[in-house]
């Protein structure tokens, strides 16, 4: 039976800097591992594979490895359970987490986890081979610097929906900003779901347990908005029949959201600065200060930075919001997660509408993921719901869609164009064929017969609705016949 030596635990096995680091690649899959060998062939690094968590763990145990690059889906313990134990052995160790099936919960667990970054299969082999090298260099930057990372105990998070690349990126940052205290700055449009991401920051930190206050600062007239936020006591203006607890203080511990903070208006921004900056507020009548331990998640659609070289917006509480700022993404920039999008209001809005449409149409599918969508994710929402009040059986047709969205399946002009130009291509190729092969000399007397009987056939008249039809006047259309008749 082996034996280790407890004065030298796995985290210190690094100590010394002049060695190659070493990297572990863990997947169920023989293939990656030869890929990665090939792949890193050239880097002054030690590859070592392991086919499972388990068989991870005792590696890591008997020597320990620099960076671990590990898949999420594994036979027996998965990657999420492993990288537990890897940051509780190596609390130093740079772990890359690798799948084929990127969702936003294992993104966001991955990085509040402490992996180093989380990456999709198939690969983009030159980026992944940045990031290796990457991950290596953030190693030994951790081995000479002391740095760790610390875990997180694990939470349930929200169910964010979209796995497009622009929303990984996302996930990332809230894997990553989530375990920290750092006020956060969300912008994107309307209707992107800016309040679902402070949500998952808030349910991902380890102020879950404490208060999270959303307050919109444009739904409330400027009057009162301050009384909201940091309250008041009795008397100090009119109408103030008793003391008010404002939304600084129910928040104590926990999280405050102030969604549309643009709309602030610049005196009250003042007082919003003075909390993050000092901690504390004031009721409005009073002189007394109260201690707070808030953490801020602000969100905007504005442009800041404009509204600031505007004076529209104080710089300095520009600054200290945007500590980490998380930009979402437009949904006409990630087209691709429209169908899970859907799906999810579908089964969203069956609990109230029981009888409603299950799936949607192929072609209504291409129009929605076809579709512009200045409303973002919001306006999707409602097309979705009266969709499903509107259609006649259990699948969404493109008629019960609004009309703009219909019109994204009508063909554009030069797409009508190059229909009529194949159409003609088609058409001539085939008398050209007729003509080389059987040379008839009445062929065009013919199809212009034909022409003119189909036509005045389909128009539901004679020879005057076919002439119409293809722009000519009568005469010169019996002119043509007759010029066109072959002479004896």
Known sequence: MST????????????????????????????????????????????????????????????????????????????????REVKRLLPKAVVLMMTAYGTSHTAIEAMKLGAYDYILKPFDVPELRRLIERSVVAARLAREEGQTSATIADRQGLSLVGDSAPMQKVYKLVGQVAKTNATVLIT?????????????????????????????????????????LFGHERGSFTGAMAQRIGKFEQADGGT????????????????????????EVSRLGSNESIRIDVRVIAATNKDLGVAVQRREFRPDLFYRLNVVRISLPPLRDRAEDIPALAAHFLQKHRRYLPQAATRIAPDAMRALQSYGWPGN????????????????????????????????LSPTPDERRSAEERGLDQAVQVLTDLVLQNRPTDLVPKLLSRLVERIATRQGGGEREAAEALGLRLTDLRRLAVAETPRD
């Open 4 to 83: 280790r030596k407890e004065s030298r635990p796995p985290g210190n096995a690094e100590e010394n800097p002049a060695r190659r680091p070493s990297i572990l690649v863990v997947d169920d899959e023989s293939d990656v591992h030869y890929s990665f060998q090939r792949l890193l062939e050239d880097l002054p690094v030690d590859i070592r594979a392991a086919p499972s968590g388990e068989a991870a763990i005792e590696l890591l145990r008997k020597e320990p490895a620099d960076v671990v690059i590990m898949d999420i889906r594994m036979g027996g313990k998965n990657g999420l359970e492993t990288l």
């Open 188 to 228: 994107g449009e309307s209707g992107t779901g800016k309040e679902l991401i402070a949500r998952a920051i808030y349910q991902h930190s380890m102020r879950s347990n404490k208060p999270f206050i959303a307050i919109n600062c444009a739904a409330i007239p400027e009057n009162l908005l301050e009384s909201e």
């Open 377 to 408: 994710i919001r306006e999707l929402e409602n097309v979705i719901q009266r969709a499903m009040v509107l259609a006649a059986s259990t699948t969404i047709e493109v008629g019960n869609l609004p009309e703009e969205i219909q019109a994204e």
């Open 256 to 279: 405050i959201f102030l969604d549309e903070i643009g709309e602030m208006p610049l005196t009250t921004q003042s007082k919003i600065l003075r909390v993050l900056q000092e901690g």
